[in-house]
C-alpha cells in the first residue's frame, strides 16, 4: 500500500513539473506575442528557467536550508534580563480586551 502510494506521489510530481513546463513555454510566448522584442522574451525565459530549476531542485534546496538552520541555531537561550527594555505598547492592555472600546 505505501508502496503504491509512494509511486502515485512521484507520478504527480512529475505531472506538476510537466505543467510547469507547458506554463514556462506559455508564458514565454505570450511575452514575444505581446512584447516583439528580445529582451522581455529572454527576461520571461530565465524567469522560467529558474522557476523550473527550483521546482527540480526544491528537495535539495530544503536539505540545505534545514543543515544551515540547525548549524546556526544556539543550543540554549538565554532568558531576557528581568530589567530588559520593551517596546512600547507591547504590554497588557487594561481590561484585558483587545480593540475594545
Known sequence: M???AMGLLA???VLI???LGVLAVWAIAQ??????A???TLG???????????????????DRVGTDLSAATPATSAPLAAGAP??????????GEVGGD
Open 2 to 4: 505505501i508502496a503504491w
Open 11 to 13: 507520478q504527480i510530481k
Open 17 to 19: 513539473l510537466l505543467g
Open 31 to 36: 511575452t514575444f506575442h505581446r512584447s516583439r
Open 38 to 40: 528580445v529582451v522581455p
Open 44 to 62: 520571461m525565459a530565465v524567469l522560467a528557467g529558474a522557476v523550473l530549476w527550483v521546482a527540480n531542485n526544491i528537495t535539495t534546496i530544503q
Open 86 to 95: 520593551t517596546v512600547a505598547g507591547s504590554g497588557p492592555v487594561e481590561g
